[in-house]
């Protein structure tokens, strides 16, 4: 059983290691399960899935092994007749003024406090506004293609967002997402699953790189 995050869809990453495995082991039977990234190494230890696939780092473990497969880089997304849509790209000074939606902090600390870094380094204070309610990316799409304001989504997701709105690379905001892949140390001799973290390196070969939790 695999588990996944909704959003690593945009990535085409669980397909592709899904078809390999398969032609590789047509034996073995192989599901995936719908779980937050958060939720994964609770997954593990409980036996509901032998590996996951999303982007939060979890507290380092000394059972548990982490392998990061790919920057999806952050990006801002406009109403499509915004002052800015037409632009190829961004920089931060363009933003100046902008009013800003997402969602609170709790939910993933990490990129939140790179992203209030990244404006302060350029001598500007993000206008933010937290929201709750908003659970989801169409959610937070909805507000944007509305008017409402500005929010920031994993460049992966343009093909989507272009539907209700537009997103821009802004050159001087380098943070990204994490896309890893998480299991058991003590599962690595098992035959199946080796091979599956195998496949699952090679499809992101160059960019992986091994290491345990060290945290978001």
Same mark, same amino acid.
């Given at each position: ?10 990535s085409?990453? /669980? ?42 780092l979890?507290? @380092?473990? &000394? /059972? ?13 997304? *406009? &109403? @499509? ?7 190829? %790209? ?5 933003? @100046? ?6 969602? &609170? ?10 992203? +209030?870094?990244?404006? =302060?380094?350029?001598?500007? %204070? *993000?206008?933010?506004? %937290? ?28 093909a +989507?967002? =272009?539907?209700?709105?537009? *997103? @821009? ?10 896309g ?7 599962d ?7 091979? *599956?973290?195998?496949?699952?390196n ?8 091994? =290491? ?5």
């Amino acid at each position: 059983m695999l588990g996944f995050e909704g959003g690593l869809a945009f990535s085409g990453l /669980l397909p592709k290691v899904v078809r390999t495995f398969r032609a590789r082991h047509p034996r073995a039977e192989v599901r995936i399960l719908p779980v937050e990234s958060e939720d994964q190494v609770a997954a593990l230890q409980d036996g509901t899935i032998s590996v996951g696939y999303g982007y939060h780092l979890p507290e @380092k473990d &000394p /059972l548990v092994r982490c392998r990061v497969l790919f920057r999806d880089r952050l990006g801002v997304v *406009l &109403p @499509k007749r915004h002052r800015l849509a037409a632009r190829r %790209t961004l920089r931060i000074a363009d933003l @100046k003024g902008e009013r800003f939606i997402w969602g &609170p902090r709790d939910r993933n600390p990490r990129i939140f406090d790179a992203v +209030i870094s990244a404006f =302060r380094a350029q001598g500007q %204070t *993000l206008q933010l506004e %937290t929201v709750q309610e908003a659970e989801d990316g169409e959610a937070f799409l909805t507000v944007v293609a509305s008017g409402e304001g500005l929010s920031f989504f994993a460049e992966s997701t343009a093909a +989507i967002i =272009r539907i209700a709105a537009v *997103l @821009k690379r802004v050159r001087d905001l380098d943070v990204a997402f994490l896309g890893r892949s998480v299991w058991l140390a003590a599962d690595e001799t098992d035959p199946l699953i080796s091979s *599956l973290l195998e496949i699952t390196n090679s499809a992101h070969s160059g960019r992986a790189h091994p =290491r345990s939790f060290s945290g978001r």
